[in-house]
């Protein structure tokens, strides 16, 4: 596509320093039993956004791609009247990841996940004759699902059996993505437990999720619609979290801008979120544990089966790695609120009547956290907040579209013979 060339940049190890080049795919530190995270240092250290270039691309200066796709959509920030006013905030900003013509935002998957699998999927890589193995609890699913299916991509995704009901879509999917799932009664761990066993077969890579540089810059694109829109670095980041990728995100991308230079010198205090009972990242943090504290199994499934917001779900976040979410907080500070279905709910409800469109669960979480921070007098009134709203108009989308369901072809018991899972699944990518 004309306008676009490769964007120029190295990646950096966080645990040891050692800078290397991006070429084959590469998701850990070579060189030290740590795996920290690896982090892309861009050639451009201010940020360029070119309006030439399509969709999320316009701020491609700060992405680790080679190409472009096509079909992607950006973030879109504006700045709140009604919830603002309804909580007395004067510099409320929404950055809205959805579908919501009137805006002008298009995600036809309704949440920012595509903001990451377009991104991805546009990253150099040594298996272009693979297939990349997504797992997800549904919104990354069917983010991945609409790409690769777009722009012809083998993928294989994995969900658990309860949550496929995120697996809608306005188009027929194209054969080269295959669903499975984890039977009935798992979680998104029992998911990525599933897609490990499809990582050990050969021909079958990992996408690599919070490992992926180009998954959490990505994700970044939220922030970077902001900053850009608003002027300045916000002093709020408003959002709900699972893996806490998102907010990592966020926090490299608040990093970048302070080499920038442009758009001020603070540090976002990182304001996010999870769907009670299941917060184990809030318990953790309560207590100023780099550790995620011990927890059953079975009642963690339990939990789950009690959240509204189920994309939240994850018992192994990017929590501890270094690099993650515990360095991210300690070095910007923040909190961590736990929000009820009931909360979630009343939140949804109120951003529909004073903003005017509906919100994912996750996203109602986030807003019922900045409720909460209000009531609790944890922000300055005049400070300038971001509420990264990660999904939106599903319900609208819907209305105006015809839906179909993607149908898994396999659907595997929570512990599987790991030789029976590859063995099947390399038959579904027969020719």
Known sequence: ???????????????????????????????????????????????????????LYQFSSWLPICKMLNGSAAPVTYKSTGLAKELGLKNLYITFNGYW?????????????ECEAYTVCARINKNPDGVMVVASAGNTARAFAKVCSENKIPVLIVVPEDNLDNLWFNEAIDPCVKLIAAESGGDYFDAIHLSNLACQTPGFYPEGG?????RRDGMGVTVLSAV?????????????????????AAWEANMRFLEDGRYGSNKMRLMLSQNA????IKNAWDIDSRDLLPFDDDQARKQVELISAKVLSNRKP?????????????????????????????????????????????????????????????????????????????????????????KPQLVFPLNPDPQMVQEKIKLLFQK
């Not at 013509?101 to 996940?113: L, W």
Request: hydrophobic share 35%; proline share 4%; charged share 20%.
């Open 318 to 406: 990017t929590y501890c790695t270094t690099g993650g979410l515990y360095d991210a907080m300690k070095d910007a500070g923040g909190d961590i609120f736990a929000v009820t279905n009931d909360e979630g709910a009343q939140a949804a409800e109120l951003f529909l009547d004073l903003e005017g469109n509906d919100l994912e669960p996750a996203a109602a979480v986030a807003v019922a956290s900045l409720i909460q921070a209000v009531k609790q007098g944890l922000v300055d009134p005049d400070s300038t907040i971001m509420l990264n709203v990660t999904g939106g108009g599903i319900v609208r989308f819907k209305q105006e579209h015809r839906i179909t369901y993607l």
């Open 1 to 55: 596509m004309t306008g676009f060339s490769k964007t120029k940049y190295h990646l950096q190890s966080l645990c040891c320093g050692t800078a290397l080049e991006d070429q084959y795919w590469e998701l850990y530190c070579p060189n030290t039993a740590d795996r920290g995270l690896l982090r892309a240092m861009y050639d451009s250290k201010q940020l360029v956004v070119d309006k030439s270039l399509p969709g």
């Open 228 to 248: 850009s829109t608003i002027g300045k670095i916000p002093d709020y980041y408003f959002q709900a979290i699972g893996s806490g990728t998102g907010a990592i």
């Open 210 to 214: 919070s490992k992926n540089v180009a």
């Open 277 to 280: 009972p299941f917060v184990p």
């Open 101 to 113: 013509p009137d805006k002008g935002a298009f995600m036809s998957t309704g949440t920012f996940k």
